[in-house]
């Protein structure tokens, strides 16, 4: 459009048109023309110098200068047709600046040098790798003030949720400086895969456990984990001021509610691992206790240094390890001794640890203007005027941190009991590292060794401040990295045989991450941590980083196995159809940042993320409508995922021939024994043992007969899938030669059919296969994949389906805690959505009771805000994926009627669930069971008789 | 002159039964009085009654030339493909409807006398065409009906005059709008797109029908089923089947050995959309194997395991194959593209006609310019199995075989490994072919062997065709 032909209101000013045009076509052609010529004649204007008297056409006049007249020849100037924008977009759109971590703009300024802290990275035996974990709300954040809760949302929400790693440089109690790589991981059972990931690059944890809430879920499943990993397990005991000032215990309650607490991870320790000198305890010092919010760190040794300090002449280690457990201090004879030299006396750590601590507490809450001064003068405590106006809390915290100093107590016990990374390497390589350890590289990476061949293992991906890029988080196990390497970067599925899975990339900048600002770096020496920057592309989930060439040997260490499972699913699909790539770039990038989660089309063609539960999701559908893809998005309603099963063997022997009617294979199905499943879920078994080896689990765990133990052929859907087929066929009657020749295409079949059960297509749990017979073709033309493979699954299927298949769902454990009269309320909640009470019991030395149970996963929508509905907000409850469960009722059961909108009782369930599902996925309504079933097979079961509730 | 006419499509087993070789050539003569002016006599004439076909709605051309037809006479179901090679001329079945059901249920679907409505019919129903026009047009003013309109120069159906096939131009004098598709042909109001109006079908579902609807995917549809006499609303399953269709492509993309599958050897143009797919598939870094074998069942397709995933090219019904059954996908050429062609988008416009993809139809999309990409390897990860998967776009032309030994410029030094698909897959088998077993077994005089095709050896009396 032409500019100078329409005023600032876009009314024509132009000249006349022709009145008599009627045709809108031609006019517009003549406003084209008219353009045209304008832009042709603006030259000859200006060659023109004399203005007025010679004769211009009214089109070529000119009224109003152009805007590049007005606003010069820099200024560029856009006019905006009508309505080619919608008003709510601006037409200049200011800049906008995503952010959705909370940085430091500046390095800020420590009490150490930075250099000081680049130098010690190359002293691996002064590094320790830390994870921080604990249950939910148990001050592991606090211990470092909340600093690294970087995300916006995680400090709206007072959790955690990504982990985070800080790098620091802390003294120990003798002034010696450590490097502390420690991640701080999110207590929230939800994102215990977070923990996994850190777990994975470090030597060893820290679980924090409330001192008042003791032992909880995931206290107990952490232990587990890091024994699994083989990590080295320290304890702190954290809030030991809620004891004092909550729930008031008197001194020597407070000692067995600790003492209690310490057994209780014992316990679990000795469940757990076999390894019978793995004990926490005080008195070695892998326990310390804590209050993070006054800044009270100590461990038995620590304190016995303050005594020292301020007595001196004291052997403070000796004297520490009198100061736990039912020892008694003598004041007559100044001896210890195991009994109670009088019934009223105390234990040591009563009388020497808590006994002060309740002394300085109830001094400063109690007592602070007139007595106060006098006492911190005795403990050597000054405090100015000023310091002694303020409110108790920042008051107490000022005192305690005077009294017990650094956190050095916290420090002594990390680096006694947790190794360095050279101390730790052989041990970590041994259980992440795929490959062997006897060679150069294996032996170079146990060493820790700087000037080895580059390996480093990242295991998470922290995006950048923008949500644009991802930065690869590692750890270095040999070899140095530099920036600007090029490096090659192994996938998960890299082996030595199939390399396709692996790139070569230029490594970018290179950091060390401290929570809320970076140190960049320009090399970074084995044993420590190490943010990549350049590298994300290739990077899935978990990565091997090596040297381009001249490593060929370099295998891959083991992806992340996380203790819990993604068993809550989504559906989502963009408001907008255009959008949808936007929307699966977004879900690369949630892919990128969540651990464990799954993000997938299924065969209906729907967009499904999977996650561990709702809070879990909740934030994954943040960030993917926020932070990654702006974009609007729908969500359907939560579902699980299912699986189908068997719980009979089937009533008779199921056949099928192939198409060409050459060969013929007889199977039945029937449950695995308890625990199996789980068994080869978890690797505890693997189908890649020599057959001795897998014979003798199954034949000395399971009680298999030699014969059915040895002849295991495939697990399926695949080498961890929880079901079995057995070849049983005698080899009197079965040619054995000529069946090994089909063992890959029934292999295959059977995958295929494990894969997707017939009931919903769903995967096929808990059932082991049986061949009883099969007669195949001598040619091998008629016995090709394509005749055996289909044929192989229609046989699973018809003897699954002769089996009494159910549905199976996930189930969760669940942990509420709620006071004692909210109790009843919690079960009302459970009973409604058919959960069930397995423990019920109050928890020590406090008025709270926690209450065990089981409940169905996809009733659990919803379940904690019900809950809290119920109880006034007084109970809180966690849930964690626990295990599989068969659903009530038949599934094919056709005389039981779905009503819509009503809730179905529980023999329905089965039913429900399956016609559900199956009309998400858009299959048939029903299963059309015969068509698993070949025509003398049909014949063959109205000649047994057998009855089916299920019409043909 | 001699006239041999193909007859096929199901003739056999739709005629009337006691119906013999006169009685067909005497019907055949009173079907082609219109079109041939018969200067010959009838009795000379040979008949062959061909129903050996591939898909029972498309042409056989290729049978036909076999026998030397003239002229094919296809009679029943039929997909109104077009076929270049010879004169064809449909005949179809005329399946009784009544009337005064079809035409409440239409009321009953459609309380809005103002809507917009096409009606579509299956071809057996053809002919009742004109009288339920007749009865709706005067309630519903913006009804428009579909005539069907056999593309292409040398096909006839019968009862209709050779001249209706010149209505090339697309816009009529009004501002109308004609489209012709899958063999029917039906005017839209001008300003008004086909999502604007919403189909009525006549017909049993099945092939037909959920071809339109694939198509016309943005229309509601309602459907008459003149058998049992009942309408209904269909639009809700077609989502469904969208959403399925897109996992088909995922399983596209993801794959990197291809089998084409050539479904039809009688639909105009498959020649050049099998050559298109050959370069779109190697584009994308894929391998492609050519596969002929008539009519498809699960245990032809599962034969060769080293295949990922199937491309089916046939008539636009035959082409939505329900593939859940097989060992493999199968998809039709459009999702392939989807899944090869980087210009390409999903966007919930489907194609089922592969024509429609080819240079000079209307959803072509060219493949972008080698020179625009960056030769290099693009990462991405697959929404199936979770894993990474590599798109390499391979802009350069393959490496002639007869240069084996010439050195190949390396793509700046961030390949790897070359990836060979059927190496890995080789690697991956517990049979790799015969071993050499140098010492172990002992030496032996040549016997003589085996002699003939595999599927029928000289020495095998009695063989068995079946598969």
Redesign the interface.
């Known amino acids: 459009m032409e500019t100078d032909l329409y005023d600032e209101f876009g009314n024509y000013i132009g000249p006349e048109l022709d009145s008599d045009e009627d045709d809108d076509l031609e006019a517009d052609d003549r406003d084209v023309d008219e353009a045209d010529e304008d832009d042709e004649d603006e030259p000859a204007d200006a060659d023109e110098d004399v203005p007025g008297m010679e004769v211009v056409l009214h089109e070529d006049k000119k009224y109003y200068p152009t805007a590049e007249e007005v606003y010069g020849p820099e200024v560029e100037t856009l006019v905006q047709e009508e309505d080619a924008q919608p008003l709510t977009e601006p037409i200049i759109k200011p800049v906008r600046n995503k952010q959705f971590t909370l940085m430091e703009q500046e390095l800020p300024s420590t009490v150490y040098d930075m250099e000081f802290l680049a130098d010690l990275m190359d002293s691996p035996e002064l590094i320790r790798n830390v994870t921080l974990c604990g249950h939910l709300h148990h001050g592991k954040v606090k211990h470092s003030l909340r600093y690294t809760d970087i995300l916006f949302t995680e400090q709206e929400r007072g959790v955690g949720i990504k982990s985070t790693p800080v790098t620091m440089v802390l003294p120990d109690s003798r002034g010696k400086s450590f490097l502390f790589n420690i991640m701080d991981t999110p207590g929230h059972v939800n994102f215990s895969d977070e923990v996994t990931s850190g777990i994975r690059l470090s030597d060893g944890i820290v679980l924090f456990i409330d001192a008042a809430e003791g032992v909880m879920l995931n206290t107990e499943r952490l232990i587990k984990h890091a024994v699994q990993e083989r990590l080295a397990i320290t304890i702190c005991i954290n809030k030991v001021d809620r004891l004092i000032v909550e729930l008031k215990l008197p001194p020597t309650d407070a000692y067995y509610k600790l003492r209690h607490i310490v057994d209780e991870v014992n316990a679990m320790l000795s469940t757990y691992s076999t390894d019978e000198n793995l004990v926490v305890s005080p008195l070695l010092g892998n326990v310390c206790f804590a209050s993070s919010q006054y800044c009270v760190c100590f461990t038995l040794g620590s304190f016995a240094k303050i005594y020292s300090d301020t007595y001196g002449d004291i052997n403070y280690t000796e004297f520490a390890k009198r100061l736990w457990g039912d020892i008694y201090f003598n004041p007559k004879t100044r001896k210890f001794t195991k009994k109670a030299p009088t019934s009223n006396s105390q234990r040591s750590f009563v009388e020497f640890v808590l006994e002060p601590l309740y002394k300085i507490l109830s001094q400063v809450v109690g007592d602070c203007d007139t007595s106060l001064p006098r006492v911190l003068d005795e403990l050597g405590i000054h405090l100015v005027k000023e310091e002694l106006k303020l409110n108790i809390r920042p008051l107490l915290r000022l005192v305690c941190k005077r009294f017990f100093g650094e956190f050095t107590g916290f420090v002594d016990m990390c680096v006694q009991h947790i190794p360095s990374p050279q101390g730790g390497a052989k041990n970590k390589i041994e259980h992440s590292y795929t490959g062997g350890l006897d060679s150069d590289l294996g032996e170079a990476m146990a060493e820790c060794d700087p000037d080895g061949p580059l390996m480093c293992h990242t295991t998470k991906m922290y995006s950048t401040e923008d949500g644009v890029q991802f930065h690869a988080f590692g750890r270095v196990l040999s070899g140095t990295i530099q920036a600007g390497q090029p490096v090659?970067v192994l996938?998960?599925?890299y082996t030595l045989?199939?390399?396709?899975?692996?790139?070569?990339c230029t490594v970018g900048r290179l950091w060390i991450n401290v929570a809320r600002y970076q140190i960049e770096v320009n090399r970074v020496p084995a044993g420590n941590w190490v943010l990549i920057e350049g590298c994300d592309?290739?990077i899935?989930k978990t990565a091997t980083i090596t040297e381009p060439r001249g490593n060929e040997e370099a295998q891959i260490f083991r992806p992340l196995k996380f203790n819990t499972a993604s068993v809550i699913k989504i559906a989502v699909e963009p408001v907008n159809?255009?959008e949808?790539?936007k929307m699966?770039d977004g879900?690369?990038k949630v892919?990128k940042s969540y651990p464990s989660l799954?993000?997938?089309?299924?065969?209906?063609?729907?967009?499904v993320i999977l996650g561990t539960g709702e809070l879990y999701l909740d934030c994954v559908m943040h960030d993917l409508r926020k932070m990654y893809s702006e974009i609007d998005i729908k969500v359907a309603d939560p579902v699980v995922t299912f699986c189908e099963t068997v719980v009979e063997t089937s009533s008779l022997k199921c056949f099928a021939e192939?198409?060409?009617?050459k060969n013929k294979i007889t199977m039945i199905a029937e449950p695995l024994e308890k625990g199996l499943a789980e068994d080869i879920e978890n690797e505890v078994v693997q189908i890649t043992w020599n057959r001795k080896k897998l014979g003798e689990f199954f034949q000395t765990k399971y009680d298999w007969d030699l014969l059915a133990a040895r002849s295991i052929w495939a697990f399926g859907p695949d080498t961890t899938g929880p079901n079995i087929l057995v070849d049983d066929t005698l080899p009197s009657e079965v040619d054995k030669a000529l069946l090994g020749?089909v063992?890959?295409s029934i292999v295959?079949g059977f995958q295929?059919g494990t894969r997707e059960g017939p009931l919903c297509d769903e995967p096929i749990r808990n059932v082991k296969f049986k061949i009883l017979d099969a007669v195949i073709a001598q040619e091998p033309?008629h016995r090709?994949?394509?005749?055996v493979?289909?044929t192989a699954r229609r046989v699973v299927y018809s003897a699954f389906l002769m089996a009494t298949p159910r549905l199976m769902e996930p189930y969760y454990f669940v942990e509420v805690q709620a006071p004692a009269d909210c109790v009843s309320a919690v079960y009302t909640v459970l009973a409604r959505r058919r959960g069930h009470v397995t423990q019920d019991a109050p928890i020590p030395g406090s008025p709270l009771y926690t209450i065990k149970a089981f409940i169905p996963a996809i009733d659990s929508f919803g379940f904690e805000t019900d809950l809290r509905t119920h109880t006034q907000g007084q109970a809180f409850s966690l849930s964690v994926f626990h295990h599989w469960q068969i659903v009530p009722g038949d599934p094919l059961d056709k005389s039981i009627v779905i009503r819509p909108l009503e809730p179905q009782p529980a023999p329905h369930l089965a039913r429900e669930f399956m016609i559900k599902t199956r009309r998400r996925k858009?299959l048939s309504e029903d299963v059309s069971i015969s068509k698993f079933f070949d025509d003398p097979m049909l014949l063959e079961l109205a000649k047994q008789d057998v009855v089916l509730n299920y019409p043909m | 002159m001699c006239l041999i006419i193909l007859m096929e499509g199901g003739a056999k087993e739709k005629c009337p039964s006691g119906m013999d070789n006169s009685f067909i050539l005497f019907y055949l003569q009173a079907l082609f009085w219109p079109l041939f002016v018969l200067s010959f006599d009838i009795r000379h004439h040979n008949l062959i009654v061909n129903t050996l076909d591939i898909s029972s709605c498309c042409v056989d051309e290729v049978a036909a030339e076999h026998v030397g037809a003239d002229c094919i006479v296809h009679y029943g179901r039929a997909c109104l493909s077009p076929s270049r090679r010879l004169p064809l001329m449909y005949v179809f079945e005329r399946k009784p409807v009544v009337l005064e059901t079809c035409v409440s249920s239409f009321r009953e679907l459609y309380p809005n006398r103002q809507s917009h409505v096409i009606l579509l019919y299956d071809v057996n129903y053809d002919h009742i065409n004109d009288d339920l026009l007749a009865l709706l047009s005067s309630e519903y003013p913006n009804i428009s009906a579909s005539t069907l309109h056999v593309d292409g120069e040398l096909c006839y159906s019968h009862g209709e005059t050779h001249g209706q096939h010149n209505v090339s131009s697309s816009q009529c004098q009004n501002g109308d709008q004609v489209v012709q598709q899958f063999g029917r042909q039906f005017v839209l109001k001008s300003g008004l797109t086909i999502e604007d109006y919403s189909v009525f079908f006549i017909g049993h579902e099945g092939a037909t029908m959920t071809n339109f609807m694939m198509t016309w995917n943005r229309c509601s549809f309602c459907s008459f089923d003149p058998v049992t006499m009942t309408g209904r609303t269909e639009s809700v399953?077609i989502n469904?089947?969208?959403?399925?269709?897109?996992?088909a492509i995922?399983r596209a993309k993801d794959a990197s050995v291809v089998g084409i599958l050539v479904g039809t050897l009688g639909v105009a143009n498959y020649l050049t959309i099998i050559e298109q797919l050959k370069e779109t598939i190697h584009r994308a870094g894929k391998k492609s194997y050519m596969f002929a074998m008539g009519k498809l069942?699960?245990?032809?397709?599962?034969?060769?395991?080293e295949i990922d995933i199937y491309v089916l090219i046939a008539c636009p019904e035959n082409s939505l194959l329900d593939s859940?059954?097989f060992?493999k996908p199968v998809v039709t050429p459009f999702e392939m593209e989807v899944a090869c062609n980087k210009k390409r988008?999903?966007?919930?416009e489907y194609v089922t006609d592969f024509r429609d993809l080819l240079p000079g139809g209307s959803k072509h999309v060219a493949l972008a310019n080698p020179d625009d990409l960056e030769d290099g390897?693009e990462?991405?990860?697959s929404?199936?199995?979770?894993?990474?998967r590599?798109t390499r776009f391979s802009s350069s032309e393959p490496v002639s075989s007869s240069h084996d030994s010439s050195l190949v410029l390396r793509n700046q030094?961030?390949?790897?490994?070359n990836?060979n698909t059927a190496a890995?897959f080789l690697?991956g088998?517990?049979?790799q072919g015969l071993e050499q077993k140098l010492g172990e077994t002992p030496v032996v005089k040549a016997l003589e062997g085996r002699k003939g095709i595999?599927?029928a050896y000289e020495e095998e009396p009695t063989i068995?065709r079946?598969?």
């Open positions: 090659k996938g998960e599925n045989e199939d390399e396709e899975d692996s790139q070569v592309q290739p899935v159809p255009s949808l790539p699966l879900l690369r892919n799954t993000t997938k089309v299924e065969e209906s063609g729907e967009h192939t198409p060409n009617k020749s063992k890959d295959q295929w033309l090709g994949g394509g005749q493979i289909p858009g | 399953s469904k089947a969208l959403m399925k269709r897109y996992y995922e069942n699960v245990a032809k397709l599962a034969n060769f395991l859940s059954e060992y988008e999903w966007s919930g390897d990462t991405d990860v929404l199936i199995t979770g894993a990474l590599m030094a961030l390949t790897v490994a990836a890995t690697a088998r517990s049979w595999a599927i068995d079946d598969h």
